[in-house]
């Protein structure tokens, strides 16, 4: 899928609504259109990259960023240290929907190991 018909892309773009908690140079957070917890953000980088699979060298720094913004929304959010969940599915096995590359934050309840 080419970035135009991207769904995240639109998003980025402001093309479709979202309610967006989170914004960096590199990552933008919004929160899940059916969310599987109290708190269930969607942390995407700005660039296009369809899976982990295409993730490169040269995207760590985004990558990483991903990450930071798990940090501040979770401090935000309250869950710090209580625990949250972020996670990345991987195309179909995983229940990969959307072929963005984006980090699930899900935060304010218990998660049971191993994940459904
Ligand atoms: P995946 O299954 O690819 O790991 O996750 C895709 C996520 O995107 C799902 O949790 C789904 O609820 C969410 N989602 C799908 N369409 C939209 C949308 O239009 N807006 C928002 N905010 N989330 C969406
Ligand atoms: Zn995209």
Request: with cysteine.
């Amino acid at each position: 899928m080419s970035k135009h018909d991207c769904l995240f892309c639109k998003i980025l773009n402001g093309d479709i609504p979202a309610d967006i908690v989170y914004e960096s140079p590199t990552a933008v957070a919004f929160r899940d259109i059916n969310p599987q917890a109290p708190t269930h953000v969607l942390i995407i980088p700005r660039k296009h990259i369809s899976t982990i699979n295409d993730i490169e060298v040269a995207d760590h720094a985004i990558v990483g960023s991903l990450y930071d913004a798990a940090r501040d929304i979770a401090k935000k959010e309250g869950f710090s240290g209580e625990g949250y969940r972020a996670v990345m599915n991987c195309n179909k096995a995983a229940g990969q929907t959307v072929f963005h590359i984006h980090l699930h934050l899900l935060g304010g309840r218990q998660f049971t190991w191993p994940p459904g």
